[in-house]
């Protein structure tokens, strides 16, 4: 008789660590599906940001986007200043405080159409140049 209740109590103790283990697996699912909700929600909120530019301020301002080794950048006037974009031109790089009226006429025709930048070294240099 004690062997048949031993028997039935570690039967009922291994559906009870079934029933916990099932309980965790679920909370913990909820948990990351609720977690990448969030941050696919910062992502979109983050992606519909508008670019504005601050008033003059020191020479660069590191901006959100992160570049990669093999990325180029576009030079592009936005409310009057010149801001350096990564590849897919929709990302900010660097906040300038170039003024785009103060370049030559043809580099603001490039610049205007979106001026290519080999590499961080070409782009640099630009700024370096053009920066006062």
């Given at each position: 008789?004690?062997?048949?209740?031993?028997?039935?109590?570690?039967?009922?103790?291994?559906?009870?660590?079934?029933?916990?283990?099932?309980?965790?697996?679920?909370?913990?699912?909820?948990?990351?599906?609720?977690?990448?909700?969030?941050?696919?929600?910062?992502?979109?909120?983050?992606?519909?940001?508008?670019?504005?530019?601050?008033?003059?301020?020191?020479?660069?301002?590191?901006?959100?986007?992160?570049?990669?080794?093999?990325?180029?950048?576009?030079?592009?006037?936005?409310?009057?200043?010149?801001?350096?974009?990564?590849?897919?031109?929709?990302?900010?790089?660097?906040?300038?405080?170039?003024?785009?009226?103060?370049?030559?006429?043809?580099?603001?025709?490039e610049i205007r159409n979106g001026?290519?930048?080999?590499?961080?070294?070409?782009?640099?240099?630009?700024?370096?140049?053009?920066?006062?």
């Amino acid at each position: 008789m004690r062997n048949k209740y031993g028997i039935g109590f570690f039967g009922i103790m291994i559906v009870a660590l079934m029933l916990v283990t099932g309980a965790y697996q679920l909370s913990y699912q909820r948990a990351k599906e609720q977690s990448e909700v969030r941050v696919a929600e910062n992502a979109r909120t983050r992606d519909d940001v508008t670019v504005t530019t601050p008033e003059p301020a020191p020479a660069t301002v590191a901006a959100d986007g992160q570049a990669l080794k093999e990325d180029c950048y576009y030079l592009m006037e936005v409310n009057g200043y010149v801001v350096v974009y990564l590849s897919d031109k929709k990302t900010p790089y660097e906040y300038t405080d170039i003024k785009y009226d103060d370049l030559p006429a043809e580099l603001r025709d490039e610049i205007r159409n979106g001026k290519y930048m080999e590499d961080a070294k070409t782009l640099y240099g630009f700024l370096e140049n053009y920066s006062s």
